[in-house]
């Protein structure tokens, strides 16, 4: 499939899905498909997608996680614009959740996606690989978005704000990155290791988990660098949420490090080093469904 069929694909299937998990019968179901259906990027299924095709594994499982990432991703930023956290009002370019509906009502439609997230893949996925392999992908999710993983890194975001940084430029940069690992890493991992997880060979599995360890990694880092520089280069239109206010808030981030070109540098110099390592993995036929994600986000900084 093309980059386009591959998000049509998902497209269709995430509202099947999400038909089928929440019907809109009620506020809570209403206040989920409001968020969860607002056009974004799916850039985390997408991965899942994409690595499953790089990996020849099982498209059914693969799609199937992504629909379970885009659920974890959508609770985390329905709670990450409520007044007690980013306070944002707007999110994908619509109103967020608790400027539509009510703040009581945003938290518990989080709430619901969190818990339906991994209820979703052991219902789902046992149909298409082995218990064994669901309960695996299962606890990935379930720790990837844990206190351990994405909501430590949200925490420490929240510590940084409320604190003045150390004298020490080094010690704030690696506060940075751990930051990063964890808030946008973890579950850019999960997407990762989901498409390599879709194949059946167990042996396969270890022999290129690594790989997949270290690039998801690479890209997560990267993802927040262009982040970081399109929340002080870019306007609401292209955003769809309010620019400038990690500056306004006093965030670490990689441009107050090393200036808006400074981090252009830096993003460039990992995307180089993402397309080199799926060329030292692949031939260049098969790694063109992984390769459109690092060009879109080479275009963003271009």
Same mark, same amino acid.
């Given at each position: 499939?093309t980059?386009?069929e ?31 259906l ?40 329905i ?38 997230a ?8 046992p ?18 978005s844990s ?29 940075l990155?751990?930051?990063?690992? /964890? !808030? ?5 991992? =999960? *997407?990762?290791?989901a #498409? %390599?997880?879709?194949?059946?060979d @167990?042996?396969f599995?270890? /022999? !290129? ?5 270290? =690039? *998801?990694?690479?890209? #997560? %880092?990267?993802?927040?660098?262009? @982040? ?8 609401f239109?292209?955003?769809g ?8 808030s ?9 200036g ?6 830096e ?8 397309e ?13 469904l992984?390769?459109t ?7 963003k900084?271009a």
């Amino acid at each position: 499939m093309t980059s386009q069929e591959t998000r049509d694909t998902f497209e269709r299937f995430l509202h099947q899905k999400i038909d089928e998990y929440f019907p809109a019968l009620n506020e809570i179901n209403h206040a989920v498909r409001y968020s969860l259906l607002a056009p974004g990027k799916r850039i985390r299924p997408f991965l899942t997608l994409a690595l499953c095709d790089f990996f020849q594994g099982n498209l059914e499982v693969a799609l199937r996680c992504g629909v379970a990432i885009e659920m974890i991703h959508c609770y985390s930023l329905i709670h990450d614009d409520l007044p007690a956290m980013d306070n944002d009002d707007f999110r994908r370019g619509q109103p967020s959740c608790h400027k539509k509906f009510s703040e009581s009502t945003a938290i518990l439609a989080g709430d619901a996606l969190l818990t339906m997230a991994p209820l979703f893949l052991l219902k789902e996925l046992p149909h298409h690989c082995s218990p064994e392999r669901a309960i695996e992908l299962t606890q990935l999710l379930l720790s990837s978005s844990s206190h351990e993983g994405m909501i430590q890194g949200q925490m420490m975001d929240i510590e940084q704000e409320a604190k003045e940084h150390s004298n020490s430029a080094s010690q704030d940069l690696e506060t940075l990155k751990k930051i990063h690992a /964890l !808030k946008t890493g973890e579950l850019f991992t =999960f *997407s990762c290791l989901a #498409g %390599l997880y879709s194949s059946p060979d @167990d042996s396969f599995i270890n /022999l !290129k988990k690594e790989f997949v360890l270290q =690039f *998801s990694k690479r890209l #997560g %880092l990267c993802f927040q660098i262009i @982040d970081d520089i399109l929340d002080e280069s870019s306007a609401f239109e292209d955003l769809g949420k309010t620019p400038g206010k990690d500056k306004d808030s006093g965030k670490l981030t990689y441009v107050k490090f090393f200036g808006l070109e400074g981090a252009k540098k830096e993003a460039h110099a990992l995307l180089n080093q993402l397309e080199e390592s799926l060329q030292a993995e692949s031939s260049v036929n098969k790694t063109a469904l992984i390769k459109t994600v690092i060009s879109d986000l080479r275009k963003k900084i271009a």
